[in-house]
Each structure stands twice: as structure tokens, then as C-alpha cells.
């Protein structure tokens, strides 16, 4: 079974400041990982994604997010918001050893709320 | 490319009714995953078809059933609706044996009165 823990239910920031948004997961099996986005009453976006290889990943809208297996985290940055950056961020994880396609298991999503 | 599509966008019913939710996968796509999106919640995967059977399913009681027909495309049905069944449901679909990630569509909003 997996889990996935977003310990932040909301995370204010100013504009242009930089923001992180916390991501731990428990799993017994090697796991992918994602981040989406969903803006209001809308479907999930996905921001980026961990398969394999360098544990730094670059996604979308200048977001990144570094993969630390030791920690069992994979946390999401960005060094400086705009306001458009406003909605609800979801962590996922999938069982590696089924592929891509296999079910995700979501965090509880955190709130962004990027004020002037 | 429309992408994932879904319909009806909203839908209303009452207490002891069944609902019929339809999907239409990205182009190229062969598998289509249903989750249940509850108010200020994350999604919860209730099951996925590939190839015209259930290929996985999640913790949803059997009142939840599918059905993905030859073109690929799903429904999701919901027998003896209760209030608890109010959410966004969302269609994802993705391809077996390849690297994508699951697309996602606009979601369908269910409200039980």
C-alpha cells in the first residue's frame, strides 16, 4: 500500500517571493512520482515528474521539484510566484513496477495563495 | 487533440437514483482510470479499464461499475446514489506500456440531493 502526506493544508506567499510545498510518501515498492495542479473547477495539470534518473526535475511554469529517496520526500519549489500561480497542488505516487499508467494515490493537496 | 473529454459537465440527482458518467480517452490512449473527488480532498482512485475489463479497482463499494467500450472511451456508473457520493468525478486516461502520465480530464460535478 501507498501513501502519500502533505503536511501544509494552505501556504500563503507574496508575489515574487519563493515557495516550497511539502511532499513525503510511504511506500514498499519503488514508486513515481508527480505533482499536478488544478485550478478552480478544473481537471489536474501535470506540473512535473519523477521516473528515474537525476532526482532534480524541471517542470512547467518554472517549478521544480528534487526526489530524496532517503527521506521519502519530493518536495515542490519555485523561487519566485506570480499570482496566476494560485490554486490547489496535489502530490501523486505510482507503483514503478506496473508503469506510468498504474493508479495513483494523491496527497490531500496544498492551497497556494500568492497575494500582491 | 481534444484531449480527455467528459460529460455531462454537472448533474443533479436525488437520493436512490443511478448516474451514467462518460469518458473519452486522449488519442492514442488505451486506458482510462476513474477517481472520486470530494470537497476539499484529494482524488481517490475507484478503478481503471484497459482492454474492455477492470484492471484495477480501488476501496469503492460494488454500487460503482464500469464499462469501456472497443473505441476505448468509458462510463462510470453509480447505483443507489447517496449524499455521499456528491464530488467531482475525474477520468484520466493513459497508455499500458508507456511513459506517459495520466491526462486528465475536466471532471464531471455530481451533487446528491
Known amino acids: 500500500a501507498q501513501s502519500v502526506t502533505q503536511l501544509d493544508s494552505q501556504v500563503p506567499v507574496f508575489e515574487e517571493a519563493p515557495v516550497e510545498l511539502r511532499c513525503n510518501y510511504s511506500?514498499?515498492?519503488?514508486?513515481?512520482l508527480f505533482w499536478y495542479v488544478q485550478y478552480p473547477n478544473q481537471g489536474l495539470q501535470l506540473l512535473l515528474k519523477?521516473?528515474?534518473?537525476?532526482?532534480l526535475v524541471k517542470g512547467i511554469n518554472g517549478f521544480e521539484a528534487e526526489f530524496n529517496k532517503s527521506q521519502t520526500s519530493f518536495h515542490l519549489r519555485k523561487p519566485s510566484v506570480h499570482i496566476s500561480d494560485t490554486a490547489e497542488y496535489f502530490c501523486?505516487?505510482?507503483?514503478?513496477?506496473?508503469?506510468?499508467?498504474?493508479?495513483?494515490?494523491f496527497g490531500t493537496g496544498t492551497r497556494l495563495q500568492v497575494t500582491l | 487533440d481534444a484531449g480527455v473529454t467528459q460529460s455531462p459537465t454537472h448533474l443533479i440527482k436525488t437520493r436512490g437514483q443511478q448516474v451514467t458518467l462518460r469518458c473519452s480517452p486522449k488519442?492514442?490512449?488505451?486506458?482510462v482510470s476513474w477517481y472520486q473527488q470530494a470537497l476539499g480532498q484529494g482524488p481517490q482512485f475507484i478503478f481503471q479499464?484497459?482492454?474492455?475489463?477492470?484492471?484495477q479497482r480501488g476501496n469503492f463499494p460494488d454500487r460503482f461499475s464500469g464499462h469501456q467500450f472497443p473505441n476505448y472511451s468509458s462510463e462510470l456508473n453509480v447505483n443507489a446514489l447517496w449524499l455521499g457520493d456528491s464530488a467531482l468525478y475525474l477520468c484520466?486516461?493513459?497508455?499500458?506500456?508507456?511513459?506517459?502520465?495520466?491526462?486528465f480530464g475536466p471532471g464531471t460535478r455530481l451533487t446528491v440531493l
Open positions: 484520466a486516461s493513459s497508455s499500458v506500456g508507456g511513459f506517459d502520465e495520466q491526462f
Open positions: 511506500s514498499s515498492v519503488s514508486v513515481y
Open positions: 519523477y521516473l528515474s534518473g537525476s532526482t
Open positions: 501523486a505516487v505510482s507503483d514503478s513496477e506496473t508503469g506510468t499508467a498504474s493508479k495513483l494515490t
Open positions: 488519442s492514442g490512449h488505451d486506458t
Open positions: 479499464y484497459y482492454e474492455e475489463e477492470e484492471r
